[in-house]
C-alpha cells in the first residue's frame, strides 16, 4: 500500500515513516496530509503556534496550569499575552521542571538522598542535568529563545579527538574516534570496492555507473588508487606534519574494530537530526530559557505548590493543593496540566477511565546524569575541547564542556546512562558511591580523573522529587492504545508536556504539546465569545 | 621496504606517511624516530617549542624579526622574554599579515584596488579574511592562545541543515546536506550488503565475521533489516514529529547523488583532522590573536617599514629599509626572516645560489574571500546557524557565523576559492563586480540573498600589498629538491613562515618554522655565549 499523495516531489516516502503515519492517519494528521499537496511544507514544518486570538475587553477566560515546566511555562506566556487570567502551581521549589542547571550551592531535590552541589561559584561552572544541547531543527524552541533573548552558543555533540573506550577491543585501552571511524570507513569501503569489482554491478543497482562508484567509494573511504585502505590522513598524525614530514598512524585491526560495540550506535550518533551538528545552549546554561519565561510570567508562578485533587466539572476545572502547610481550591475555566502522567493518576480525580487507564499505563525513563568538577581542564591538554567520549563502561559518556576554554577549571558530565539498567544501579547507589564510580571508570579514559576532580552531583531523574521518572516511554503499542486519548482533551482539562508527544525527552516536545492544547483552546474559546459562532 | 621501528603498536604504518617520511627521512626527523623507538610519542607530537635559554645579564644578542605575521610576532614573543634585543620591521601598516579580520572603516590594500570596509561597527559583524578556524591539533597556536589570554569559542565547519548545490544534479537546486549525506550512506552499504551477501567474504576480507559485517552495513547505512535502503530518519522529517507522526523525506537518486561533485571532496571534509569537529575561533575576531602578542612586543614592531635589500656579513645580518620617507640601515646578530619567498627574491640580497633559486622556485596560491553583510540573518530563518553550504558556482562556499545567533545582521562568507582558476577570476573583476557575483551565484541557493546582503568586501590575496600570493603550494618535487635548504639557516638568515613547513596557509605552520629556527638559534647563542661549550 503506498499512498502517492504523501511522497515528496524526489520520490519515495521514507518506508518507517510512511507506515508510522499510515498506522496513526487521522485527526490532525489530516491537516498535515492536505498541507504537503498544497505544497505548504515548510510552514507546516516549522511548527509556529498559531497566534491566540486575544481576549476580547469584556471576556474573561482563567486557565489553571499544572507544573512550571517548559510546557507550562510557554502556555503561561501566550495565555497571558492574549489577555487570559491564568496561574502556574508548581510542586517543587523552582521553576523549570526537567530544565535544571545546577551550579554553586543548588540543593538536588533527590528522595532520600538529598545533594547540595559544591561546585565553584564561576559563571562557566554549571552542570545542565536535564535537556542540555538544542537541535537546529527545533523551530519552535529557538523561536522562544530568540523571543526571550536568551543568547545562545554552539554546542558539541561529536569530536573525533575523543575517546572510543570498549572493555572487550583494543585491549581495553580507549582509542582516539578520529581513528576508529577513519579505519572503519576505509576497510568498509576497501571490502566494497573489491566485492564491485568482483560482481557484476547491473545486478546489483540500477543506473549506478560501476566506475563512477568506485571512485566514489575510494573517495569515502580514502582508498588508493587500486582501492586498497593503506590508511589515512584523515585518522591524524603520530607525529611530525610541521617542521618534518608527518607520520601517520597504523592502522587498527578491522576485525578489533567490528569488536567494540561503538559502530553499533554512537559512531552514528551525529548522523540523527536531533543530533547533528551544529547543536546549539544557551551561554550560561540551559535554564536561561527559563529565566527567560520567568521574566514574562513568573508573577503568575505559585511555588510549593503540590496538587492533590483535579476534578473535571461541567464548566470549569477545579483543583485542590497544599500550599503554606494548608489545603486551598481553585477553580478555573481550563486546565493545562503537566504533572507527569505516572504521578496525575495517583492523585485524586474523576477522569474518564480510559483517559484514566492511559495515565496508569505510561511508563517512565530512568535518565541518569552525573556532573563532575574538575581543578584542571586536563582533557584540553589530551586536544579534546568539547564533545563527548563513549565507554561500554556504566559511565557510557563523558561529555567535555565547550564554553570556558582555557579557563582554569571545568564541569564534566562523568555520566550519562539512558537505559533501565544503567539509571537503576546508579540510583542505588548513595551519591558519594557514584561520584567514586564515575571516577574509577573515567579514570580507564582520562588516568588524570583522580588527580583532578574535585567533587560532584547526581541526578537520578526517576528519584527526583516531583518527577519520579524522566520522559515517557511510549511503545508503538501503547501509543496505538492510548495517545490519542490523552492528546484530546478531557472534557476542559487538558494534558500537556513533552510526555503528550512523538517526542518525549525533548524541550520542543513540551512546546509543541503546550501549543496542541493551545490552538484546541483558542478555538473553543473563540466559539464561546463570539455570538455568531456560538448560534452556527 | 617497511621499517619496524616506525610501526605503531597496533600495525602497519599508514603507507602514504610512511613514503613521505622514507622520502625525506633525516635530519630533524631522526629526531622523532628516536622518539617513537623510546615511547616519546604523545609530548614530541604536542611540539612546544624547547624554551629558550635566557640570555645571561652581561649576554647581548640582537635579533631583526621581518614580516609581523604570526610566525613574526612568535618570534619576537619568545627572543623578547629570553631577553634578546630584537626588532620588526612590517611593510604595511599593520601587524598580522594574512591573519586580518576586517571591521567597519578598515582598509583593504589590494594594489590598484583599495577598499574601505562598511560593515557596521558592532563586535560580531567582522570577516576573517586569512585564517578563520582553528584545528584541535594545532597546539603551539592554542598555546599561544591561551598564554595570552585569547578567549575561544566553537567554530562550525559541517552543518548537515546547509545545502550543497550542483548545478548538474538535482536539476540544479540546492539539496540539504543531510538527506544528501544519509541517502549516500544508504545506498552505498545497500549496494555492499548485496555484494557481501553474495560473495565469498572469505576471499576478500581476512578475520572480518560476514553476518557482523552484514550487522554493520546495516547500522551504519541505517538499512532495514533485509540490508535495503528505504530512507532513513537521519535525512530528517518533511513535517511533524511533535503532535503528529513524522513525515519523512522521499530518497534521492543514487546516480543524481553520483552526478553532483560533492562526493569528490566537501562531503569528506570533516573527516580531515584540521577540518574536524569542534574547531575553534577567537570570540570578536582571529586577530585577537595578533592583538594577544602586540599587547606583548608592540613596542618592538616598527610598521611601514619596506625591507629593499638583506644583506649576509660574516657576523650579523644587515637590513636596508624605508621608512618614513628615508632608507634606513639596520644590522643585527641575527635575521628571522617571513618575507614572502618570491617578494624576497626580488630584493637585493646576497644568498647563496641556491638558496636564492628556492626562493624564486617556490609559488604561491591564489586564495580568495569575500565578506558580505547582512541586514537579516536569514539562513537562520532556514535553519542554519552555523557552518558551510556548498556548490560547484565559483564562489564554492557559504559560510554562516556561529557567533551572534539572533544578532539583527550577520557577515557571511560569501566565496571561497582555493583554487587558482577562482581566484583569478575574482581578482580580474572591480570590488562591485565581485560582490555582484558573490550576490547571483548565493541567490541561487538563497533567494534572500539579493534582498538582505547590504555591503561586501574581497580580499585576493595575490594581490594585497606586501603579499601578493597566499599559502606557498609545494609540490613533492619542490619539496625534495628546496624544502631543506630554505629550512637551514643561510649563514646567520633564517627564513620563517608557514611558507617553510609542512602545513603552508596554517597559522600553526609559521609558528613551527619560527620555533624551528629559535631552538636552531638557541643552541648558537649557547655556544657562542657559554666558555665551555665554545671550547668544546
Given at each position: 500500500?503506498?499512498?502517492?499523495?504523501?511522497?515528496?516531489?524526489?520520490?519515495?516516502?521514507?518506508?518507517?515513516?510512511?507506515?508510522?503515519?499510515?498506522?496513526?492517519?487521522?485527526?490532525?494528521?489530516?491537516?498535515?496530509?492536505?498541507?504537503?499537496?498544497?505544497?505548504?511544507?515548510?510552514?507546516?514544518?516549522?511548527?509556529?503556534?498559531?497566534?491566540?486570538?486575544?481576549?476580547?475587553?469584556?471576556?474573561?477566560?482563567?486557565?489553571?496550569?499544572?507544573?512550571?515546566?517548559?510546557?507550562?511555562?510557554?502556555?503561561?506566556?501566550?495565555?497571558?499575552?492574549?489577555?487570559?487570567?491564568?496561574?502556574?502551581?508548581?510542586?517543587?521549589?523552582?521553576?523549570?521542571?526537567?530544565?535544571?542547571?545546577?551550579?554553586?550551592?543548588?540543593?538536588?531535590?533527590?528522595?532520600?538522598?538529598?545533594?547540595?552541589?559544591?561546585f565553584?561559584?564561576?559563571?562557566?561552572?554549571?552542570?545542565?542535568?536535564?535537556?542540555?544541547?538544542?537541535?537546529?531543527?527545533?523551530?519552535?524552541?529557538?523561536?522562544?529563545?530568540?523571543?526571550?533573548?536568551?543568547?545562545?552558543?554552539?554546542?558539541?555533540?561529536?569530536?573525533?579527538?575523543?575517546?572510543?573506550?570498549?572493555?572487550?577491543?583494543?585491549?581495553?585501552?580507549?582509542?582516539?574516534?578520529?581513528?576508529?571511524?577513519?579505519?572503519?570507513?576505509?576497510?568498509?569501503?576497501?571490502?566494497?570496492?573489491?566485492?564491485?569489482?568482483?560482481?557484476?554491478?547491473?545486478?546489483?543497482m540500477?543506473?549506478?555507473?560501476?566506475?563512477?562508484?568506485?571512485?566514489?567509494?575510494?573517495?569515502?573511504?580514502?582508498?588508493?588508487?587500486?582501492?586498497?585502505?593503506?590508511?589515512?590522513?584523515?585518522?591524524?598524525?603520530?607525529?611530525?606534519?610541521?617542521?618534518?614530514?608527518?607520520?601517520?598512524?597504523?592502522?587498527?585491526?578491522?576485525?578489533?574494530?567490528?569488536?567494540?560495540?561503538?559502530?553499533?550506535?554512537?559512531?552514528?550518533?551525529?548522523?540523527?537530526?536531533d543530533?547533528?551538528?551544529?547543536?546549539?545552549?544557551?551561554?550560561?546554561?540551559?535554564?536561561?530559557?527559563?529565566?527567560?519565561?520567568?521574566?514574562?510570567?513568573?508573577?503568575?508562578?505559585?511555588?510549593?505548590?503540590?496538587?492533590?485533587?483535579?476534578?473535571?466539572?461541567?464548566?470549569?476545572?477545579?483543583?485542590?493543593?497544599?500550599?503554606?502547610?494548608?489545603?486551598?481550591?481553585?477553580?478555573?475555566?481550563?486546565?493545562?496540566n503537566s504533572?507527569?502522567?505516572?504521578i496525575?493518576?495517583?492523585?485524586?480525580?474523576n477522569?474518564?477511565?480510559?483517559?484514566?487507564?492511559?495515565?496508569?499505563?505510561?511508563?517512565?525513563?530512568?535518565?541518569?546524569?552525573?556532573?563532575?568538577?574538575?581543578?584542571?581542564?586536563?582533557?584540553?591538554?589530551?586536544?579534546?575541547?568539547?564533545?563527548?567520549?563513549?565507554?561500554?563502561?556504566?559511565?557510557?559518556?563523558?561529555?567535555?564542556?565547550?564554553?570556558?576554554?582555557?579557563?582554569?577549571?571545568?564541569?564534566?558530565?562523568?555520566?550519562?546512562?539512558?537505559?533501565?539498567?544503567?539509571?537503576?544501579?546508579?540510583?542505588?547507589?548513595s551519591?558519594?558511591?557514584?561520584?567514586?564510580?564515575?571516577?574509577?571508570?573515567?579514570?580507564?579514559?582520562?588516568?588524570?580523573?583522580?588527580?583532578?576532580?574535585?567533587?560532584?552531583?547526581?541526578?537520578?531523574?526517576?528519584r527526583?522529587?516531583?518527577?519520579?521518572?524522566?520522559a515517557?516511554?511510549?511503545?508503538?503499542?501503547?501509543?496505538?492504545?492510548?495517545?490519542?486519548?490523552?492528546?484530546?482533551?478531557?472534557?476542559?482539562?487538558?494534558?500537556?508536556?513533552?510526555?503528550?508527544?512523538?517526542?518525549?525527552?525533548?524541550?520542543?516536545?513540551?512546546?509543541?504539546s503546550?501549543?496542541?492544547?493551545?490552538?484546541?483552546?483558542?478555538?473553543?474559546?473563540?466559539?464561546?465569545?463570539?455570538?455568531?459562532?456560538?448560534?452556527?
Amino acid at each position: 500500500m503506498h499512498d502517492e499523495s504523501l511522497t515528496s516531489r524526489e520520490g519515495r516516502l521514507t518506508r518507517r515513516r510512511f507506515l508510522d503515519l499510515v498506522g496513526r492517519l487521522g485527526g490532525s494528521a489530516a491537516v498535515y496530509r492536505a498541507a504537503l499537496a498544497i505544497g505548504l511544507l515548510p510552514a507546516v514544518a516549522r511548527g509556529r503556534l498559531t497566534e491566540l486570538e486575544p481576549l476580547g475587553a469584556d471576556d474573561r477566560r482563567s486557565v489553571v496550569i499544572l507544573g512550571a515546566g517548559i510546557g507550562g511555562l510557554t502556555a503561561a506566556y501566550e495565555l497571558d499575552r492574549a489577555g487570559y487570567d491564568c496561574i502556574v502551581l508548581e510542586a517543587s521549589h523552582r521553576a523549570g521542571g526537567r530544565n535544571l542547571t545546577l551550579r554553586a550551592g543548588d540543593r538536588i531535590d533527590e528522595l532520600g538522598n538529598p545533594q547540595v552541589c559544591e561546585f565553584d561559584d564561576e559563571p562557566h561552572l554549571y552542570m545542565n542535568a536535564g535537556p542540555a544541547r538544542i537541535p537546529a531543527n527545533h523551530h519552535r524552541l529557538l523561536h522562544y529563545a530568540r523571543e526571550l533573548g536568551v543568547q545562545l552558543e554552539v554546542f558539541v555533540n561529536e569530536n573525533r579527538s575523543a575517546w572510543v573506550h570498549d572493555e572487550s577491543a583494543f585491549g581495553g585501552r580507549p582509542v582516539r574516534n578520529r581513528r576508529y571511524v577513519t579505519d572503519a570507513r576505509g576497510f568498509m569501503t576497501e571490502i566494497m570496492a573489491k566485492c564491485v569489482a568482483a560482481s557484476d554491478l547491473d545486478k546489483t543497482m540500477d543506473g549506478v555507473d560501476g566506475e563512477r562508484l568506485l571512485e566514489f567509494l575510494r573517495a569515502y573511504g580514502d582508498l588508493d588508487p587500486d582501492g586498497a585502505y593503506r590508511g589515512s590522513e584523515r585518522a591524524g598524525h603520530a607525529a611530525g606534519g610541521m617542521v618534518v614530514p608527518a607520520i601517520g598512524h597504523g592502522v587498527f585491526d578491522f576485525a578489533e574494530i567490528l569488536k567494540a560495540g561503538f559502530w553499533r550506535g554512537p559512531m552514528h550518533q551525529g548522523e540523527q537530526e536531533d543530533q547533528a551538528a551544529p547543536m546549539m545552549q544557551p551561554v550560561g546554561g540551559m535554564d536561561m530559557i527559563v529565566r527567560g519565561f520567568m521574566a514574562k510570567v513568573g508573577r503568575r508562578v505559585v511555588s510549593n505548590a503540590q496538587v492533590r485533587a483535579v476534578s473535571l466539572r461541567e464548566n470549569a476545572v477545579e483543583i485542590v493543593y497544599a500550599h503554606d502547610g494548608t489545603l486551598k481550591r481553585l477553580a478555573a475555566d481550563y486546565c493545562l496540566n503537566s504533572i507527569p502522567s505516572h504521578i496525575l493518576a495517583g492523585l485524586d480525580h474523576n477522569f474518564p477511565p480510559d483517559y484514566a487507564a492511559a495515565l496508569d499505563a505510561l511508563p517512565r525513563g530512568r535518565l541518569f546524569k552525573i556532573g563532575l568538577q574538575a581543578s584542571r581542564r586536563f582533557w584540553e591538554d589530551e586536544g579534546i575541547y568539547a564533545g563527548i567520549s563513549w565507554t561500554s563502561q556504566d559511565i557510557t559518556q563523558i561529555w567535555y564542556p565547550g564554553h570556558g576554554i582555557f579557563a582554569k577549571k571545568g564541569i564534566l558530565l562523568g555520566a550519562y546512562t539512558f537505559g533501565d539498567d544503567g539509571g537503576t544501579k546508579f540510583a542505588r547507589m548513595s551519591p558519594a558511591e557514584r561520584i567514586e564510580t564515575a571516577i574509577r571508570q573515567g579514570a580507564k579514559i582520562h588516568p588524570s580523573y583522580p588527580k583532578y576532580i574535585e567533587n560532584g552531583v547526581s541526578v537520578p531523574w526517576h528519584r527526583m522529587n516531583h518527577m519520579l521518572g524522566c520522559a515517557a516511554r511510549w511503545t508503538d503499542e501503547l501509543r496505538a492504545r492510548y495517545f490519542r486519548t490523552l492528546q484530546e482533551p478531557a472534557g476542559r482539562h487538558y494534558l500537556i508536556g513533552d510526555q503528550v508527544s512523538y517526542h518525549p525527552g525533548w524541550q520542543e516536545g513540551a512546546i509543541a504539546s503546550a501549543h496542541h492544547a493551545l490552538e484546541h483552546l483558542n478555538r473553543r474559546v473563540r466559539v464561546e465569545t463570539n455570538p455568531v459562532l456560538s448560534r452556527a
